[in-house]
C-alpha cells in the first residue's frame, strides 16, 4: 500500500523559478540606471529652456570640485543637452522609453524570465566590441574601461546563470 505524504513536512522549494543572487544585482544595476535616466528626463522636463546654461554651470562647478575628472563624459552630455534643449520632446521621450526598457528588464531578471536572460546578455553583449574599438581608436580612458569591464561582468553573469538553467 503506498504510503501517505506527511502533511507536517515542509514542502521542497522550488529552485525553477528563482533568481540567483548575481542576477538579482545586474536586475537592481538595471533599476538604477533606469532611475538615473528618470532623473535626467526631470531635469530635462524642468530646465529645458535653460539646460544650456545650466549645463555650463554644472560643468564649470564640476571642473572647480573635480579638475579634469571625467571631463570628456562630463562635456559629451553638455553637447548632448545642448542638442536636447532644442529638440527637448523628442529627447524627452526617447530618456522616458530607456527608462521603462531598464525596469521591463530589471522586472524580467528579478524573475527569472528568460526573455529577460537573452534580452540582457544580447544587450549588453552587443556593446562589447564597440567599447572595444573606442579603447582603440581614441585616447586612453580608464571611464570607458570601466564601462567595458562592468558590461563584461554582467555578459558573464547572466550567461552563467544561463547555463546553469539549461538555456543554452
Not at 150 to 160: E, G
Request: charged share 15%.
Amino acid at each position: 500500500m503506498p504510503k501517505a505524504k506527511d502533511s507536517a513536512a515542509p514542502l521542497a522549494a522550488d529552485d525553477s523559478h528563482v533568481a540567483s543572487e548575481s542576477v538579482k544585482a545586474v536586475a537592481v544595476y538595471e533599476i538604477i540606471k533606469g532611475l538615473g535616466a528618470l532623473t535626467a528626463a526631470g531635469a530635462l522636463w524642468l530646465w529645458h529652456i535653460d539646460l544650456t546654461k545650466g549645463l555650463e554651470r554644472l560643468a564649470h562647478t564640476w571642473q572647480q570640485h573635480f579638475g579634469s575628472l571625467l571631463a570628456p563624459q562630463v562635456e559629451s552630455i553638455s553637447k548632448s543637452a545642448e542638442q536636447a534643449s532644442v529638440h527637448w520632446i523628442y529627447f524627452l521621450f526617447l530618456i522616458l522609453a530607456y527608462a521603462a526598457l531598464r525596469f521591463i528588464e530589471a522586472y524580467g531578471l528579478w524573475h527569472d524570465k528568460v526573455w529577460a536572460y537573452w534580452f540582457c546578455v544580447i544587450g549588453y553583449g552587443v556593446f562589447i566590441p564597440i567599447e572595444l574599438y573606442y579603447l582603440i581608436a581614441h585616447p586612453f580612458d580608464w571611464f570607458k574601461v570601466g564601462v567595458l569591464l562592468l558590461n563584461i561582468t554582467v555578459v558573464t553573469v547572466v550567461y552563467r546563470n544561463m547555463k546553469q538553467k539549461g538555456l543554452l
